[in-house]
């Protein structure tokens, strides 16, 4: 299983930031895969979700859990269905407003090893830029209203992070 993190930092105020990344309703605004997500129920440690979505033209719905700590300003997040895939996000004050850090763990699946693999020279390679992707999604989200602004010199969206959006989003293509 592969650990992945990364950092960036937001223009806001750290609880306005971990507002709009805890309302579930945000998430298809940063995670370009995502069309909806749901909650599906409450445990004693968190709440169940369903996320619904497209990745690689094949439409998806999978079952997770989700766990906010306002008070830490913290979330977590698992499949029900793939136990080595969980992440966690954090909100924390920076000089000028807030930092966000992601951590993920996570195996692609071999169709999308092999894809980073090819596209990226590596998985963890192709990870870290998914992961750098979805870092400036949220960023542009929290800081622009969730317009992204396409980098003319690289012919790729900046907002596509399919490796990553698809796995936090518990998409099964992964």
């Known amino acids: 299983m592969g650990e992945y993190t990364g950092r960036i930092e937001?223009?806001?105020?750290?609880?306005?930031?971990?507002?709009?990344?805890?309302?579930?309703?945000?998430?298809?605004?940063?995670?370009?895969?995502?069309?909806?997500v749901g909650p599906q129920g409450h445990h004693d440690q968190h709440d169940?979700?369903?996320v619904e979505g497209e990745a690689?033209?094949?439409?998806?719905?999978?079952?997770?859990?989700?766990?906010?700590?306002p008070e830490a300003r913290r979330m977590r997040w698992g499949s029900h269905t793939m136990q080595d895939y969980g992440g966690s996000l954090s909100v924390t004050?920076?000089?000028?407003?807030?930092?966000?850090?992601?951590?993920l763990s996570l195996t692609p699946k071999p169709e999308v090893a092999e894809r980073?693999?090819?596209e990226h020279g590596s998985i963890d390679h192709g990870m870290r830029i998914s992961?750098?992707?979805?870092?400036?999604?949220?960023?542009?989200?929290?800081e622009q209203g969730g317009e992204v602004v396409r980098d003319s010199a690289n012919d790729e969206d900046p907002a596509d992070s399919r490796p990553f959006g698809s796995s936090a989003t518990l998409n099964p293509d992964i």
């Open 48 to 50: 169940d979700v369903a």
């Open 131 to 142: 992961v750098e992707r979805t870092l400036g999604a949220i960023k542009a989200a929290c």
């Open 10 to 36: 937001i223009a806001r105020p750290p609880a306005e930031v971990f507002a709009f990344l805890a309302d579930l309703r945000n998430m298809p605004r940063y995670l370009p895969t995502v069309t909806r």
């Open 93 to 103: 004050e920076a000089s000028g407003g807030s930092a966000v850090e992601l951590k």
């Open 116 to 118: 980073m693999q090819q």
């Open 56 to 69: 690689d033209g094949h439409a998806y719905r999978n079952d997770g859990w989700l766990k906010a700590e």
